[in-house]
């Protein structure tokens, strides 16, 4: 489930590429989102709202400006289409303690909507929920 989790979030270059809202919206949004999978950690470098890459680590001393982490399961509800009820939205999953957000929030609230889409983009790419 990591692997699955993992290659979906390394397809968000093209995903946002390929869409132009997320773009134009995201225009003046430039952050490092360290994205926590496990024990897997991934940092996709946004800049202009445009996803530049995604790296993988383990990283030594990499910086991030926010970074997001939570389990495989808990990215696979919240990548699954539709995701279920209280799965949809990263800030619902941080309210009931299975995601959490550290670091400099004030970028990643300027930047919340598109930060939320993006990650939302390989949403149906990861399989279905299982309750």
């Given at each position: 489930?990591?692997?699955?989790?993992?290659?979906?979030?390394?397809?968000?270059?093209?995903?946002?590429?390929?869409?132009?809202?997320?773009?134009?919206?995201?225009?003046?949004?430039?952050?490092?989102?360290?994205?926590?999978?496990?024990?897997e950690?991934?940092?996709?470098?946004?800049?202009?709202?445009?996803?530049?890459?995604?790296?993988?680590?383990?990283?030594?001393?990499?910086?991030?400006?926010?970074?997001?982490r939570?389990?495989?399961e808990?990215?696979?509800?919240?990548?699954?289409?539709?995701?279920p009820?209280?799965?949809h939205?990263?800030?619902?999953?941080?309210?009931?303690?299975?995601?959490?957000?550290?670091?400099?929030?004030?970028?990643?609230?300027?930047?919340?909507?598109?930060?939320?889409?993006i990650?939302?983009?390989?949403?149906?790419?990861?399989?279905?929920?299982?309750?």
């Open positions: 489930m990591t692997s699955a989790v993992v290659a979906a979030f390394s397809r968000l270059p093209e995903l946002a590429a390929a869409d132009a809202d997320i773009a134009r919206r995201g225009r003046h949004a430039t952050l490092d989102v360290a994205i926590g999978v496990g024990s950690t991934l940092i996709a470098r946004i800049v202009g709202g445009d996803v530049k890459d995604v790296l993988r680590g383990p990283f030594l001393l990499r910086p991030w400006t926010i970074a997001i939570a389990e495989p808990v990215w696979q509800a919240f990548l699954s289409d539709p995701p009820p209280g799965s939205d990263i800030l619902a999953l941080s309210k009931r303690g299975a995601l959490r957000i550290e670091g400099n929030l004030q970028p990643f609230m300027a930047s919340l909507q598109v930060v939320k889409d990650l939302a983009l390989p949403r149906g790419m990861v399989g279905t929920h299982k309750s």
